[in-house]
């Protein structure tokens, strides 16, 4: 990821704005038998892939002077456990990009890097379409809006973080989920 990140920079002259996310997911399982291998994917993707992802861009960031607004993607899972499910892989791999994104931002907001995540709720993705096909009652319920998000529905809170109409906003976390927490 370090060197994808020189690559654009050198390509461009300046990085302003990365939005790191990734996510991969296993099947349920007891926290008490959950298979080690599993567990180190999910986090090496979804926690590890995040930080290096944000990493590369910062430091093109700082190379060029410029700041920017780095952007991880996080889930309501970070915060809670997900409904009727045993994930303590992916939900303990969300919480960590929620400290991971206030950790980043007190280190580099005098670079004048911004740090801020997006969680949101369930969205119909790759990641989640066999699941939400395979019980729509179960995931209508979930929200106070009775469904699920679309990707396109994160655009909103990206757009305003990548720009500077939130230039006084770092270490924060915007959740998306259609009320889920609201219940």
Not at 20 to 40: H, N, Q, R, S, V
Not at 43 to 58: E, F, H, I, M, R
Not at 102 to 107: G, V
Not at 130 to 156: C, D, S, W
């Amino acid at each position: 990821m370090w060197k994808i990140g020189k690559d654009i920079g050198d390509k461009e002259g300046r990085l302003d704005v990365c939005v790191a996310a990734a996510g991969i997911i296993k099947d349920d399982a007891d926290c008490l038998e959950y298979p080690a291998e599993f567990f180190e994917q999910v986090l090496n993707v979804n926690t590890n892939g995040v930080l290096y992802t944000a990493q590369a861009a910062g430091r093109q960031m700082v190379r060029f002077g410029t700041g920017g607004s780095i952007i991880l993607v996080a889930s309501t899972a970070g915060r809670v456990a997900i409904q009727d499910m045993a994930q303590v892989s992916y939900n303990t791999s969300k919480g960590a990009v929620l400290q991971m994104t206030r950790s980043m931002a007190c280190e580099l907001a005098p670079r004048g890097i911004r740090v801020n995540s997006i969680s949101p709720g369930w969205m119909y993705t790759r990641l989640t379409e066999a699941m939400i096909k395979a019980n729509p009652p179960y995931f209508k319920r979930l929200t106070p809006m009775q469904r699920v998000g679309r990707p396109h529905e994160l655009r909103g809170a990206t757009a305003w973080l990548a720009s500077d109409a939130s230039s006084f906003c770092t270490g924060s976390d915007i959740i998306v989920d259609g009320g889920i927490r609201a219940w």
